[in-house]
């Protein structure tokens, strides 16, 4: 329930396009797109936040991935890894 | 003593069989020592020896076989389900997920997750954080990084993978010289060049006759072979037909292609009425056909084709300039240029230093020679309009580069200094005015900014080791090809510096134009002045010997010899000077030198000659 409200609440702010849950496997469990978009980002994301957060250990092992964030010509890709799971929400910043 | 042994044989017996038999060993001789001669020698003591003790080591050549890459693509199917679940049932998927979503973790971690989220949104949409303040200010930025240029493709002639499957008598692949580069017109991706010995008479057997067309993706291996009966020394493309490239091969012929059709030329003209010599500039014209095209060669002849009907030439012009149409006077041409905003016009570079410029439409073959220009010692080997004003050109040959203006006939407007190696090709940049590129025959590519220095190239690059032949840039400016004698053709890209127009260049290079012109003219003039003055002098006094203090020949020779000694010694001390700064430049310097004195001292009769045509003119 809670889990809802927070999506809902995400979903609903100013330019978000679309909001994604993947677990640890990259199986999209929570999407808002349909099925084949939501499969590529899953598949794409999963592997550079799992690249970007070994990158972040390599270069100093206390550290580690918080937030990534792709900024591209269109939009912006936000992606918040945790141990188990990633929510990734997709966003047409203003400008 | 003399040990002879002497071996004889009856001539009945020749030939028999050896009947070869073992014997003990015999003395034949023995030599004692003779104790009288160990006076001729002294003995040494101690003696030196020398010893070394190092490791054995030998040389090895380790080549890694090159990868050959293809592009595929892949199917990406979904995955990652474990293995009970089938992704295509939506049923068993969905019961999947809401099994997920019931777990606690899951929970926690989402709300944690989507609060971090949800300040990242929010900044997102408070305030643009990329965006770009002062973007007006960024314009007025001069440019002042030091001028490059970066290697961007190396093609070189894949010897032996490719002509091994072409010539399988001899592994040894004879390398050729890239005479001609041209770009595609359209894509400017794909490059045609011709291959050819021009040394004299030294064509092997297997060198094989082919020229390619590059793409520049991939360098390893041609997108097209074009096979002509004789090796190619100059090869364009089409400009308004993009598949259509005329050839003019080594023995004289021209032929053209059609890429759509393959290798082999759709057409060869005739060899009774081709050149006698190789082709050495070939060209498209403008027309409403797009099928003209004109020739120009060593044989003095410059021949007008339609590529439709390559039997014959539908016009020819023989290089006489005392324009009686002899042949036997004819000077060879090298090159050719031709601009297809003036399109009756058009230039000739010969091999006697001599720039002929011609006009098609005159009625009679005697006035079709317009204007001469002389001041090159040796072939003009480049000739290039100036794209933004038609009536500058700019000629390569010997050891400099030189610019004219059209009007002046009798030198030219401006020129770079004497090199120490020959200048092989040349040409201007398509973007900025003033610029214009350079290779010369020690495999340096340079650059000059005619605005920005005169006396040196803004940039001089060492491209490679052996001689570069030919070079052509792209159409947009920025993009250089430069093939060498060994076949190879680097691509080079300029920095942006040297190819953007900067702000008032434009202006600045007419006023440099048109003041060298006109102090040109100015000088022109007042030679002319001169020469009439003379002329009215000694006919005025044609009787009288008038007394000036004339040096003999003698002392000016003396003179002259003093002076270029002079110059050799203090080239020689800076260069000393150099060396002594230089780390590893001793061999270069060394090498340096031998070519400075051979340069200077080829120098000497040209000095002789600049000397007693001033004293003339004086």
């Known amino acids: 329930a809670e889990v809802e409200e927070t999506l809902k609440r995400i979903q609903a702010h100013r330019g978000v396009v679309a909001t994604i849950v993947i677990n640890a496997e990259g199986i999209p469990v929570r999407t808002t797109l349909d099925n084949s978009t939501t499969v590529q980002y899953a598949g794409l994301l999963h592997q550079l936040t799992m690249k970007a957060r070994s990158t972040v250990r390599d270069i100093d092992p206390q550290n580690e991935l918080t937030f990534l964030r792709i900024r591209s010509k269109k939009h912006e890709i936000m992606v918040a890894p945790d141990k188990e799971y990633l929510l990734i929400v997709i966003q047409n910043p203003c400008e | ?618």
């Open chain 2, 1 to 618: 003593m003399e040990i002879i042994y002497v071996y004889t044989r009856k001539r009945s017996e020749f030939g028999r069989p050896c009947n070869f038999s073992d014997r003990p060993a015999k003395v034949s001789v023995d030599i004692p020592p003779d104790p009288s001669m160990a006076s001729g020698f002294i003995l040494r003591n101690p003696v030196d020896s020398y010893v070394q003790h190092t490791s054995d080591m030998s040389e090895h050549e380790v080549n890694t076989e090159r990868v050959e890459v293809e592009s595929r693509g892949v199917n990406h199917v979904e995955g990652g389900w474990p293995k009970d679940i089938n992704p295509q049932e939506v049923e068993q998927t969905i019961r999947f997920r809401k099994k997920v979503e019931k777990d606690e973790n899951y929970i926690n971690s989402i709300v944690h997750l989507g609060s971090l989220m949800e300040h990242c949104v929010k900044q997102n949409n408070a305030i643009n954080i990329y965006e770009e303040y002062f973007e007006e200010e960024e314009v007025a930025e001069v440019e002042d990084e030091p001028p490059s240029a970066k290697t961007i493709n190396v093609i070189s002639k894949l010897t032996s993978f490719f002509d091994v499957l072409l010539s399988k008598r001899d592994p040894n692949v004879t390398k050729r010289t890239a005479t001609h580069l041209s770009w595609h017109p359209d894509t400017c991706k794909k490059l045609a060049v011709a291959y050819s010995s021009l040394e004299f008479q030294q064509n092997m057997k297997d060198m094989s006759f082919d020229s390619y067309i590059w793409d520049l993706e991939n360098p390893n291996k041609p997108e097209l072979v074009l096979k002509p009966s004789s090796p190619l020394v100059s090869l364009e493309y089409n400009p308004k037909d993009s598949h259509v490239l005329v050839g003019g091969c080594y023995n004289g012929q021209m032929a053209y292609w059609d890429t759509r059709k393959g290798g082999l030329p759709v057409e060869v003209s005739a060899v009774e009425v081709s050149h006698r010599d190789p082709v050495y500039g070939a060209i498209w014209l403008q027309s409403k056909t797009g099928t003209e095209c004109f020739s120009a060669s060593t044989d003095g002849q410059v021949l007008w084709w339609d590529i439709r009907k390559l039997s014959e030439p539908t016009e020819t012009l023989v290089l006489d300039i005392t324009r009686k149409g002899l042949l036997e006077n004819a000077l060879g041409a090298i090159t050719l240029e031709f601009e297809p905003t003036l399109p009756t016009k058009f230039m000739v570079g010969t091999e006697q230093g001599i720039v002929i410029a011609c006009n098609r439409k005159a009625k009679t073959p005697a006035e079709k020679i317009t204007s001469t220009y002389s001041g090159h010692h040796g072939p003009v080997y480049a000739l290039a309009r100036n794209p933004f004003y038609p009536k500058i050109f700019l000629t390569v040959g010997d050891w400099t580069a030189r610019i004219w203006s059209e009007e002046t006939k009798e030198s030219p407007i401006m020129w770079t200094k004497y090199h120490l190696s020959y200048l092989t090709d040349g040409c201007w940049s398509t973007v900025r005015p003033a610029v214009f590129f350079t290779t010369r025959s020690d495999g340096t590519l340079d650059v000059w900014d005619f605005l920005f220095k005169q006396n040196d190239p803004s940039l001089s690059l060492k491209v490679c080791d052996e001689p570069l032949s030919s070079l052509r840039l792209q159409d947009n400016g920025c993009i250089i090809g430069c093939g060498s004698k060994l076949g190879t053709v680097t691509l080079l890209e300029i920095s942006s510096g040297l190819c953007t127009l900067q702000r008032n260049e434009k202006m600045l290079a007419t006023a440099m134009f048109e003041r060298e012109t006109k102090r040109e003219k100015i000088l022109e003039a007042r030679h002319r002045e001169m020469r009439l003055k003379e002329r009215a002098r000694s006919e005025a006094q044609e009787t009288e010997v008038e007394e000036r203090p004339v040096e003999s020949p003698q002392e000016v020779l003396d003179r002259a010899r003093k002076e270029f000694f002079e110059v050799i010694e203090a080239e020689l001390q800076r260069r000393a000077r150099a060396e002594t700064q230089h780390l590893h430049g001793k061999v270069k310097g060394r090498v340096g030198e031998e070519a400075a004195a051979q340069g200077e001292e080829s120098q000497l009769p040209k000095d002789k000659e600049e000397e007693e045509e001033e004293k003339d003119a004086a």
